[in-house]
């Protein structure tokens, strides 16, 4: 369900959350998954590039392959 396009907001949120509390730097953000967190990132990692210094699919695979 990772390309739901409701998660981009949803990301948004939390990472707002965070950075308005001074619990994260914002331009260090990165986003790793694996398994099923692998394809989320696959996934979700473009839709929300702009907020991340960087991404990575641990494990898993994109949908379809």
């Known amino acids: 369900m990772w390309w739901k396009p409701y998660l981009p907001e949803f990301f948004s949120i939390i990472i707002q959350g965070f950075v308005l509390k001074e619990i994260v730097n914002p331009n260090k953000i990165f986003m790793t998954g694996y398994s099923a967190g692998g394809d989320g990132i696959y ?7 702009d907020w991340l210094a960087g991404a990575a699919m641990m494990a898993g695979h994109p949908n379809g392959v």
């Open 43 to 49: 996934h979700l990692g473009p839709m929300v590039a």
